[in-house]
């Protein structure tokens, strides 16, 4: 397997794209498809103080590296969650990342508010998303940050709206969305610069750029059920996780005023209705 | 395996709703799933002029039987599309339908148009889609029917809307509702009778009531690659279609007034934010 770009040894073949590339020119690729991503959603601006939520994990990890390198300044926040070694693991490699992009850290720890994770029992992950959204949003705002960005892939965003609308939980649905402005002044911007990227196209710039990030899931972290299905889903159809997720930007336009059809009388989006267009084709007697 | 109502052999074992039933308790429960989501939706009214289109398919042959056996009149529409042995067939099974529930069956022949399906090689799917939906449309307005209802089954919704999300068509995606109000006086409602029943249950209802259905698929039918995907999350996840496609009738409702927390300040749905909620549980210092 040769890459397309160079004809070097390939590292990756990517199926959603139909394309094979080497090392250097995956992290080119990489590059740009977040650049492009950015532009085209405008996830983010070089105008603002941009605060990026990261856990140490992969996908934190290469969206704060990448940033850095299309040109981006910001700080990072890491939130200490108290989950025993994870949680001192997980710090440690946000702490290597800091240094090695020369980066801000930032760390708020959950138990100067009294409690962490593991007291929560039974309701840990619902407890921990509640605690990390609060968290990054105050903490944010008080410190003068315009937008909060988070490492959320194409996969976490097609799983989370299948799982949501499977679950009668349309309007959590509803903000999957690459950028979403406040409705309020407490309320920071949030962003994903990730949210048409996957967790594959991450883990792979991660390691060709060697960046630190721990492996292995939280011990918690429940089965991830919704996400085996969209890998599925995308091994049957490649490009599915991608395209899904830019099909929830489309805003619905609202059909202009109703026309219609000049031939017939019934209705049309232009001159002719589409059952007219295709009787004049067909039909001998049109 | 035995029927969970009366005790008697159970005919079938219904995962989404983890209940297994004998032929004569499963026709009962069938009729009432149905009647109980038409009043649920508000699909159908015993007030209006009701036309329901067939195919001489397992799901239209079974609306039509069941919507009469919950009382509801109507008339139906068999369009004949000219596919050779299949549409023969096909008029044939409707008509043995019209006569075992005494309903009026009206024809219409899409060969007085001046074409038939099979000259559109290459685009017949989207082709008989528009036709369908051209003739059903105003053969209802030009007789006086309120309302088409289609046997569109749970799992061409869910399908459906998946593969228009994945293909950037949500505009599409928004139009998946058991019922559509005209937008236009040349528009007839649309009502989806079926739309949380899946295949399954349609077809077992068919057979135990010994309704007459061909089976076999339109020679043109595209692979079912999206049922497929369909079936296979259901499979994973019992009662996943029905889930999904009820999820799709839920109104977003706009968030009320913004409140602000009475502990921290930070917004709030309620009085007290879920973090301080969550604080006053286990932080010992709160």
Redesign the interface.
Known sequence: MKCKKCGKKAVANLRAYRISLCADCYVEFYKRLVERSIKKYKILSKEEQILLAVSGGKDSSAMASVLKEIGFEFEMLYIDLGIGDYSRDSKQKVEELSDLLKVRLNIVELKD???TIP??RGRVCS?CG??KR?IM??FARENGFDVVATGHTAEDIASFY?K????????F??KLLPRIEP??A??VARARPLFEISEKENMLYAILKKLPFKSGECLYAPKP?WK??VY??EL??PG?VK??V???T????K?SE?R?CSIC???ASGDI???CK??SK?????
Chains 1, 2 share one sequence.
Do not use: M
């Open positions: 508010y009294g409690f007291q929560a407890v509640t605690a609060y949003n105050r299948l949501n609308i499977a679950g009668n939980q349309q309007a649905a509803e409705f309020d407490k309320v059920d085996e299905i599925d889903i049957k159809k599915f395209n899904f830019r099909g929830l489309v805003e619905v336009k059909p109703t219609y009388g019934e209705i209705c589409s059952f295709i009787r067909f039909s001998k007697s049109f």
